[in-house]
């Protein structure tokens, strides 16, 4: 499967924000998705900074503790597409945004475990 992420921007704190991921190849149904993060500073690392996942049947999600609360992963099986609202936005939240996919059902915060990745887009978050 192949993974387009968009929607990032430059938005003010308190504000909001809406991230697509958009499979294309293959169903998103079976997969679990994770959602990642780099900071500025750190795109030479090789490990992400967790955000979320949702599993493949759409009925969990699992969340950092710096984003529970305030972002919201979603799956639409009928557009093949994941979405992460982000809410109440900080600064802090800003950086370059991921989502992936796993096939076995891992649902954690390893990225590492997951297989496929997207693009990334700049979320940009001023104070």
């Known amino acids: 499967v192949q993974l387009q992420a968009s929607g990032g921007g430059l938005v003010q704190a308190g504000g909001s924000l809406t991230l697509s991921c958009a499979g294309v190849?293959?169903?998103?149904?079976?997969?679990?998705i994770g959602w990642f993060r780099q900071p500025p500073g750190k795109e030479r690392e090789s490990v992400r900074e967790f955000v979320g996942t949702i599993s493949w049947s759409g009925r969990n999600t699992y969340y950092a503790d710096s984003v529970k609360g305030r972002f919201t992963i979603s799956k639409d099986n009928a557009k093949n597409t994941v979405y992460l609202q982000m809410n109440t936005l900080k600064p802090e939240d800003t950086g370059v945004y991921y989502c992936a996919a796993e096939l076995t059902g891992y649902a954690g915060s390893d990225s590492e475990k997951y297989d496929y990745w997207g693009q990334g887009t700049q979320v940009t978050v001023s104070s």
């Open positions: 190849g293959d169903t998103l149904s079976t997969y679990t």
